[in-house]
């Protein structure tokens, strides 16, 4: 009798369906270059199902994924062509889409299959993860126009009647759709760029072509890029990482794409997940994606539990007439610096105004113009101590930037990263990813003066925050 109720008991922790309800689709942030067409679904499979998912649930999931198509491809009409003998008409546009399914689940042994039950199933922790792979294939008249893949992965944990909840396992088969949804419904544009704008496909080319025509340059091997710790993922946690070295309009900012691949690297070992960090390097650092990802993106992503960081590495300005802080986007004309950069104060009030409960901003530039990673228009004089950098009204914002304001933020040629960037980076490791802001900052102070003294330099890191306990806040979980 233990045996057949074992094996029923099996039977049901394995046959959770896989094909959930997912939340209404919201509005991309990536441009849809087939805006306004017909679109016939061809084909729509989903390999690996469960053996509880019928062909109306499946029917269900398809019937969302055009809704998605609707709403993010923003086609103007999608016919369900995949019946059999469904005709699709010469030269219109259609797509095929798949979904492979996957769970690795931490599965439960005979024995303890038995002592689940003879304990009512009351304490049996349960953890795994769900993974699914998707794919949209975009053609017309035969020719493929778009192929688009995406792969999305969600972890689930219980303890509590762990054998007999399937919810948790549901809600993350529900994450990982509405991810892949979110990602192949919007084809890549008929140029061949990834969801790009035609504009952005130019800046592209052109910055490949000057990669392609440059010297060789030195190759870098410091020992903080790696990170030698490793946190527990947390998928509350989010970061949008800005590295600018090679400007479209004005001078570099030396090693500043190392800067931001680097912290990208440690931001992950700390425990944000890796879907969950945006990197913008070089030409992707165009104010238009810094507008996409902060003032659209984070606020949808973010929830209250939330820690975010903002990181930049790149050049600051300052506008000579309002004495105002810029950051400087790849494609920044600092004559016209209210146009086209990115205002300190914009960002703080954008940041603060998430519903995050953590907020640290980490900026190796600086804002008078003096030099280092600062740039005024030509002819202009440094402002030094005049720049207004937006610190009036921090609410829950921690700030983490290079040097006071009449300083310059310096690099380190040996290690080929910011000075501050770098001693940041090896504070992280020393400190096996398990500091504070405030002990971080501790850290950073004397070894970036004694780096600056070296070059016959002043530079010292500030620490910027409305409550003294906010330095309090750790970087890692």
Known sequence: MPAVLAAAFLSACASSPRIVHL???????????????????????????????????????????????????????????????????????????????????????????????????????????????????????????????????????????????????????????????????????????????????????????????????????????????????????FAVVVGIEKYMQVPQADFGERDAQSMREHLSALGFPQRNIVHLSGSMATKSNLEKYLEHWLPEKVNESSKVVFY????????????????????????FLRQTGYPLKKLYAQLNGLKAKEVLVVLDSCFSGAGGRSVLPKGARPLVAQVDEGLEQLGKLVILSASEGSEIALSDDKQGHGLFTYHLLKGLNEKMGASTVKA???????????????????????????????????LGR
């Open 312 to 335: 930049f590495s790149g050049h600051g300005a300052p506008d000579i007439d309002s004495k105002q802080a810029f950051l400087v986007p790849w494609d920044a004309d600092v004559k």
């Open 23 to 237: 939340s209404p689709p919201g509005e991309s942030l990536e441009e849809s270059h087939f805006a306004g067409e017909e679109l016939y679904l061809k084909e729509f499979t989903v390999k690996n199902k469960a053996s509880s998912d019928t062909k109306e649930a499946e029917a269900g999931l398809r019937a969302q994924f055009i809704e998605h198509l609707l709403k993010q491809g923003r086609f103007s009409k999608v016919v369900d062509a995949t019946s059999p003998g469904m005709p699709v008409p010469p030269g219109s546009l259609s797509m095929s889409a798949g979904l492979q399914l996957s769970i690795q689940d931490d599965h439960m042994s005979y024995n303890k299959a038995i002592l689940s039950m003879y304990t009512l199933w009351s304490i049996y922790p349960r953890k795994g993860s769900v993974t699914i792979i998707g794919n949209a294939t975009t053609s017309r008249a035969g020719r493929t126009l778009s192929s688009r893949s995406w792969t999305s992965m969600q972890e689930f944990s219980y303890v509590l009647f762990g054998g007999l909840r399937t919810g948790p396992i549901q809600e993350a088969f529900k994450a990982c759709y509405e991810d892949i949804f979110t990602h192949i419904s919007v084809p890549m544009s008929p140029e061949g760029g990834p969801g790009v704008s035609k504009g952005e496909l130019e800046t592209l080319v052109k910055a490949s072509v000057e990669k392609a025509t440059r010297k060789e340059e030195k190759a870098y091997d410091s020992d903080a890029d790696k990170a030698t710790y490793k946190a527990p993922e947390s998928p509350d946690d």
């Open 440 to 474: 971080l900052y501790e850290y950073l102070v004397p070894r970036v003066q004694d780096g600056a003294r070296q070059q016959n330099r002043d530079q010292t890191p500030k620490l910027s925050a409305a409550d003294a306990g906010l330095g309090a806040m750790s």
